[in-house]
């Protein structure tokens, strides 16, 4: 009997090197142990030394999916993989060439089992990850941890995704056998942690928590999906879970509220003898004030039949800067008021963060009316389309015509396009200023409505950061 020691048993090069030495010394996988790292203290030592393979051995040759595979199964939990992948290398080379064709075989059952187990764990992995920010100073940039708890040893695996989906960022992901770690240029591993070393909250989540609680939906709860697809053991690390059990004992009575509550229509606060229809000669006259009354009553697109009312901007009229979002949403459309829902609470935090006064400003949007989609008692927001942006666009130029702002702040696409074009490029473009003549200059940043519908908790940390630095240019 041969004994095998691997120094880390998860890395598949040297399990490579081991198995291509035994199998050119001619050695059946029966008389070999597999021995792990510390485990080889328990078997009273290390590699024995091979017998030189035989005069004019050759390298063996095996099917590509079998290396695939194996590279999969050697991060699995199983102590034996080591053994049942040499196991099949061996019959691979030694008679059966078409193993991996057999998929009721033991072997390839088994290992074709660990594999998908493992890619299952991966998947999880990227999944729910939630970084949490861990401030190190005014000199020192954050660094953002999160801890998490694989089954199988996935954590080499994994790390890449990461690094590509948040290479802006300092962070460290924290498991039990092993921790990854990256700086902005170089890629670490180093040993395991305990769940204490890693933190278990930050500013944003309070935020995210209620953000979650707003979109559930009771009545399309489905707990097993849930639980399948967002097990039960991954809750403890992620922020809105805390809320999940709540929820869910809420969702009954809310879906027969629901049922049983008359259908509600907003109550419509545009006159059936409104302001001309569009293809009427349209003059926007007089103060602010003026205009806000004739939008009022606005029909020069269809949107005002479903909406409440229309959203038009507020602030002083003589505001410096000028905030110019997209069009109102649910919240907006019955309040009356632009950025009243949970965009505008993140908005008003990334200004404070910032430091700059809303109150100071003037905020308005792009389309004056709510467009959405119904979907039984839901309202879900809906692009306005370009005749839409078109026949609000009026009551836009009358806004910054009265209130001449010094800097206008576009937040979103839609806003940025207005402004700047229909060829602008908001991601590649954002945070660059633009002069628009007569001393008024412009700049681009995101919707913070687009903040909110980022799935990871990593990349909202990271966009709101954006979203603040790119505010923070207005006061330069």
């Not at 004994?3 to 996988?29: C, H, K, N, T, Y």
């Not at 021995?35 to 095996?62: C, H």
């Not at 097990?231 to 809105?240: A, D, Q, T």
């Amino acid at each position: 009997m041969i004994s095998v020691q691997l120094q880390d048993g998860v890395d598949f090069a040297q399990w490579r090197g081991r198995a291509r030495a035994l199998l050119q010394a001619e050695i059946a996988p029966e008389h070999v142990t597999w021995i792990v790292g510390s485990e080889a203290s328990l078997f009273g030592g290390g590699d024995e030394a091979l017998p030189p393979p035989p005069a004019g051995a050759s390298q063996a040759r095996v099917p590509r999916e079998f290396m695939s595979l194996a590279d999969r199964v050697i991060a699995h939990r199983d102590p034996q993989r080591h053994a049942l992948l040499y196991r099949m290398l061996w019959r691979l080379t030694h008679g059966e060439p078409q193993l991996m064709k057999l998929i009721t075989d033991d072997d390839v059952a088994k290992a074709l089992a660990h594999s998908k187990n493992v890619g299952r764990d991966l998947h999880k992995m990227t999944a729910f990850v939630r970084f949490r920010e861990l401030a190190r100073g005014d000199e020192l940039p954050p660094v953002f941890v999160s801890w998490f708890e694989p089954e199988h040893y996935i954590v080499e695996r994994v790390a890449p995704f990461f690094v590509r989906r948040f290479a802006g960022m300092h962070w460290s992901i924290l498991t039990p056998y092993r921790s990854a770690h990256w700086d902005g240029s170089e890629l670490r591993f180093d040993r395991g942690a305990t769940r204490d070393q890693a933190p278990s909250d930050d500013l944003l989540e309070e935020l995210w928590r209620s953000y979650y609680a707003s979109i559930f939906n009771p009545a399309r709860l489905k707990i097993g999906a849930m639980k399948s697809e967002m097990p039960v053991k991954y809750w403890k690390n992620l922020p809105e879970a805390r809320l999940i059990p709540q929820l869910i004992r809420d969702a009954p009575a809310r879906a027969q509220a629901m049922v049983a509550a008359a259908p509600t229509v907003p109550r419509k606060r545009i006159s059936e003898a409104a302001a001309p229809r569009i293809d009427a000669p349209f003059f926007v006259e007089g103060s602010l004030a003026d205009v806000r009354a004739q939008a009022k009553d606005c029909r020069r697109c269809p949107l005002w039949e479903p909406a409440t009312q229309t959203v038009f901007g507020v602030g002083p009229e003589d505001a410096r800067i000028m905030l110019i979002g997209e069009q109102p949403g649910d919240k907006e459309d019955l309040g009356g008021k632009p950025f009243a829902g949970p965009a505008g609470q993140l908005l008003d935090q990334a200004l404070l963060a910032a430091g700059l006064d809303r109150a100071a400003m003037y905020v308005t949007n792009t389309v004056k009316h709510f467009k959405f989609e119904a979907r039984g008692k839901e309202r879900l927001h809906k692009r306005a389309g370009a005749r839409e942006q078109a026949a609000c666009r009026p009551w836009l130029d009358a806004e910054l015509a009265r209130v001449q702002p010094q800097i206008i702040v576009c937040l979103g696409s839609m806003a940025a396009s207005a402004l700047f074009g229909s060829d602008f490029k908001l991601l590649q473009q954002r945070g660059q200023w633009r002069e628009l003549g007569n001393g008024v200059r412009a700049i681009a940043t995101v919707h913070p409505a687009y903040l909110l519908r980022l799935p990871e908790q990593a990349a909202r940390d990271q966009g709101y950061r954006d979203f603040v630095r790119d505010l923070q240019m207005l006061s330069e």
